[in-house]
């Protein structure tokens, strides 16, 4: 009897294990592509759903006139499974496959489609319309499906074929009414949009599991196709939405959704196939060079789609970024839109990318990025480091601005503005056209934004030069200092070319010009400077080359070229601004000053992905950037002692910086990083990456900075990711990261006069600095009925090893200096998206930070450039078949000015809470070829504004944007 029991509960305890494993039937999350290229391998992508009882997943496929060849589905990490269909069977007209699975008992079960009715993929041709069909018997007055499936008489088999052709016989014809089985009813509903698929660039196959499965169906965001050849080192891009699945199946634009590729119309009753759209997985390539769900990928990030990004009412990418947990973004008095992530602001620290190009300016670290989101198929952000992928540069963050390649056309007007205090309104306008085919093996693209806006004009009470302006007579006592200028000019053009080469795989050139023209929000540093005009020219250019490799490996290429130049002229003072007595020191057209710089880079690159085994992935890669500043002119229209120049020119002692070691900088980076998936529930992530930078040697702080030496970092990232289910993946993470100073912060000391004040100076002996983050995550899905709840927290800790920081220390220089004892952050960031339809979603998100400088005593170390607290918030939800309704609230906490020098405690500030509405109206598509939306961002005017370097001076502080209201159309074919 004592034996018995003990055994009696362990039978128990293990029936009671096995039973729901037993109960639950497996299931595949899928997406047949309706086409892809001739003699290109074909990747398959595939998420098993309660799996317990499957051992192995295989894919078997035919070309024309071919018997059924079996490959296996390998296991990626997790529950990602991939195949890989040889390019050699890749012919046209197409191929035909199924995916099955071996069970426990030895069975063979088919998860996606069967023999009897396999997936169907187009190869090298787009669809054909089909001839109008009849209706079945029985179905008088039902209206027929337009795109029906297209017959593939090729696909014929062989007698003898195989044993899946002997066990049915023939393969059997498609229904007359071009409708795969399990779908019934001829009513059409119309196109919906979805909050995490753009519904308007996504159209996946319906295919129809045999075992009634409705969930075998379901889009993965995974799922890869072919590569558009904008940037090989980032990502296998898709040619539509953020999903590696590809969404084109006739040629025509796939805003046209609600039919399947098949033709299948949808149904009242199709609810799982709406999950199969709005629930869909956002994805991030800017981790893993791969694209990756969000909630696997070893590091804590989002992804926002394009249909997500129209839900936000964003105009550009800050409005994005804006609303992501632990990132606030920020303007300074010369107008810049600066990037805080959890809690620091630094513009060298943030990395840009554009389609995987570096968007960072070598000189000062700033990048061109406030650019429209018309153009753009994602975004993607990482909080916490990326040097393990991308080297120096990448420290608080990396944010990957992605554009869509989709085929067809599509354009965009935005008109509207900002209601001015003098009853004008100052006009906004924006334009965007794109186009993309793809012939054969041959793909073209082209892309063009413009931007122009007047801007708001708000009024600045103090600034500076108060006293002498009105002692001069320049303005009354009572009158304000002046007005804000926010006028903007951006174009934005680009293109590109890529070819398939067979065997030899894809090359692709493109190439991107950016312009940008616009005012000083208020001015250089502490005085309203209205003739300030600042500009910005930004040329990219890329070549790619990638090819798949056996055993589904693929290696990239890439050669990059940009030149960035920047022309900043900055007012310092007002018109007939005098300096003193006499003709020389009066300035008609106030002090002015003008910094003019262009720097040039290129890059070489190449890596290789390898799959060493079925558990363990291997990712290679190597670099070389080559960095220089080719020019460098700093002029002014008045002299030290304050004398007006006959002409603009360098002030005395004026030192060169494009002849010192610092005016060139040779990167070099080699990085590993490894996926093994150890149990089917557990994948670790190994990443090491050894960069070699050239910085100028200062050893003495003397000359001109002629010698130079290579500094060495290691860069290591590991991560735990283990799958607890099926509906919660738990994350543990750690990551190294560094960066070098920018030659800005090295070098560059310009003539300190009474009004030019409040710039930093450089300091050659800055040293690298490094961040040290710990990571914990956690993702959770949960369903109820049509109801689906995804939830995401992390907490996380940094430490900041000798943080390259400017403190206000003489009230005129900012010193920089390395902070030795450091900075430290930590704090807890968490978000819940609840999605009851395609088009009824709420979301909420929420970051906490504290960041202190060590070096300070307690009761001084809190650091509070940004918000610590920061609140999102946004539903939306259907007006009606035809309209809907976005609501976004943005909220931020209280923040005050910091304490880490003596003026900082006398120049006290305050920034109340603010929250800031965003509502709009936007339309489904209509004739299945136009959207219009009505918005309104900051819909009840509140009163936001931002820091200045000096609140004793401008002592109301920056002030931003109040209402403005705008009017889009869309058009897409």
Request: proline letters at 6%; one cysteine or more.
């Amino acid at each position: 009897m004592q034996t018995v029991l003990p055994r009696t509960l362990i039978l128990c305890a293990v029936v009671f294990v096995a039973a729901p494993v037993h109960a639950q039937e497996p299931a595949l999350l899928h997406a047949a592509p309706p086409r892809a290229e001739a003699r290109q391998s074909l990747q398959l992508d595939a998420t098993l759903v309660d799996g317990g009882r499957v051992l192995e997943l295989f894919v078997r496929y035919r070309g024309p006139g071919e018997p059924y060849v079996q490959v296996p589905m390998e296991r990626q990490y997790g529950d990602l499974y991939r195949a890989v269909i040889p390019a050699e069977h890749m012919v046209s007209p197409g191929v035909e496959y199924f995916v099955e699975a071996a069970m426990v008992d030895g069975a063979r079960t088919p998860l996606f489609m069967s023999a009897l009715r396999p997936a169907r993929v187009m190869v090298g041709a787009q669809l054909p319309e089909p001839p109008p069909g009849r209706a079945p018997p029985g179905r008088k007055g039902a209206r027929e499906d337009p795109k029906s499936a297209p017959a593939i008489d090729a696909f014929t088999p062989p007698s003898g074929g195989g044993e899946d052709d002997d066990a049915a016989g023939s393969s059997a014809p498609p229904p007359a009414s071009g409708r795969p089985a399990g779908t019934a009813g001829a009513e059409t509903r119309p196109p919906n949009r979805t909050d995490s698929v753009d519904s308007r660039t996504s159209s996946p196959s319906r295919g129809t599991d045999s075992r009634g499965s409705n969930r075998a169906d379901v889009a993965d965001p995974r799922a890869s196709t072919r590569v558009s050849g904008a940037d090989s080192r980032v990502s296998n891009r898709t040619d539509a939405s953020g999903q590696r699945a590809s969404t084109r199946a006739d040629g025509k634009d796939s805003r046209t959704t609600g039919r399947s590729s098949s033709g299948a119309t949808r149904t009242s009753g199709s609810m799982d196939d709406d999950l199969a759209l709005y629930s869909a997985e956002d994805v991030l390539s800017v981790t893993t060079l791969q694209e990756e769900a969000v909630r696997t990928v070893p590091a804590i990030g989002a992804s926002f789609n394009r249909a997500q990004m129209i839900a936000l009412g964003a105009r550009t990418v800050a409005d994005v970024l804006d609303v992501v947990p632990g990132v606030s973004v920020s303007r300074d008095v010369q107008g810049f839109h600066r990037t805080a992530i959890r809690g620091l602001r630094n513009d060298a620290e943030v990395l840009f990318l554009l389609d995987g190009h570096r968007l960072n300016n070598f000189f000062d670290g700033k990048a061109l990025m406030n650019l429209p989101v018309e153009n753009l198929e994602r975004i993607e952000v990482i909080r916490g480091p990326g040097s393990a992928i991308y080297g120096a540069g990448a420290f608080q963050g990396v944010v990957n601005l992605v554009t869509t390649h989709a085929d067809g056309v599509r354009g965009a007007v935005t008109t509207g503005g900002v209601p001015r205090d003098d009853g004008r309104l100052a006009l906004a306008t924006d334009g965007h056209l794109s186009a993309a085919h793809t012939t054969g093996d041959l793909r073209l693209f082209a892309d063009l934004d413009l931007w122009s806006q007047e801007g708001d004009s708000l009024v600045i009470d103090h600034d500076a030069l108060d006293d002498e302006s009105v002692a001069q007579g320049l303005r009354d006592v009572d009158q304000p200092a002046g007005r804000t200028r926010d006028g903007r000019f951006l174009l934005n053009v680009g293109g590109g070319v890529s070819y398939g080469l067979d065997s030899a795989g894809r090359v692709g050139v493109t190439a991107r010009y950016l312009s940008e023209k616009r005012d000083a929000l208020v001015g250089l540093f502490d005085t309203v400077g209205n003739d300030s005009q600042l500009s910005w020219d930004v040329l990219l250019a890329d070549l790619t080359w990638e090819r798949p490799l056996s055993g589904n490996g693929q290696v990239r290429a890439r050669l990059g070229f940009d030149q960035q130049s920047t022309d900043r002229l900055f007012q310092l003072t007002p018109h007939d601004f005098r300096t003193g007595s006499g003709l020389e020191r009066l300035f008609p057209d106030g002090l002015q000053e003008q910094t003019q710089v262009t720097v040039r880079t290129v890059t070489a690159s190449v890596d290789a992905d390898l799959a060493l085994t079925k558990e363990n992935h291997l990712t290679l890669g190597f670099v070389a950037e080559q960095q220089s500043l080719s020019r460098y002119a700093y002029t002014t229209n008045y002299t030290l002692d304050g004398r007006l120049r006959p002409s603009p020119a360098a002030p005395e002692g004026l030192v060169d910086l494009t002849q010192g070691a610092a005016s060139r900088r040779l990167n070099l980076g080699l990085s590993a990083q490894d996926q093994w998936t150890v149990l089917s529930a557990l994948t670790l992530t190994f990443g090491l990456r050894l960069d070699a930078t050239q910085l100028p040697d200062a050893e003495d702080a003397s000359g001109a900075l002629d010698a130079s030496k290579m500094v060495v970092r290691v860069n290591p990232r590991v991560g735990l990711v283990i799958a607890a289910s099926d509906a919660l993946v738990l994350k543990a993470l750690y990551g190294r990261a560094f960066r070098a100073p920018t030659p800005q912060e090295l070098v560059e000391r310009i003539p300190d006069t009474d009004y030019n004040q409040g710039r930093f100076e450089g300091n050659p002996l800055l040293k690298p600095t490094t961040v040290d983050t710990f990571e914990l995550g956690m993702d959770l899905v949960q369903a109820a009925g049509d109801t689906r709840v995804r939830v995401r927290a992390n907490a996380f800790l940094q430490n900041f090893a000798s943080p390259i920081t400017p403190v206000d220390t003489s009230g005129n220089i900012v010193p920089l200096r390395n902070r030795e004892l450091g900075v430290r952050v930590y704090g807890v960031e968490a978000e819940a998206r609840l999605e009851a339809s395609k088009r009824a979603a709420a979301w909420v998100n929420a970051s906490l930070s504290r960041a202190q400088d060590l070096e300070l005593p307690d009761q001084a170390r809190l650091l509070t450039d940004v918000p610590q607290a920061r609140f999102n918030a946004g539903v939306s939800m259907p007006l009606g078949d035809w309209l809907n309704l976005d609501v976004v609230v943005r909220s931020g906490a209280e923040r005050r000015n910091n304490n880490r020098s003596t003026l900082e405690l006398i120049r006290r500030y305050e920034i109340p809470a603010y929250s800031l509405i965003t509502a709009q109206l936007r339309t489904e598509p209509i004739w299945e070829h136009f959207e219009v939306t009505l918005y309104a961002q900051n819909l009840f005017d509140h009163d936001l504004r931002d820091d200045v370097p000096r609140p004793d001076r401008v002592t109301g502080l920056l002030p931003r944007e109040g209402v403005s209201g705008y009017l889009t159309l869309r058009a897409f074919y």
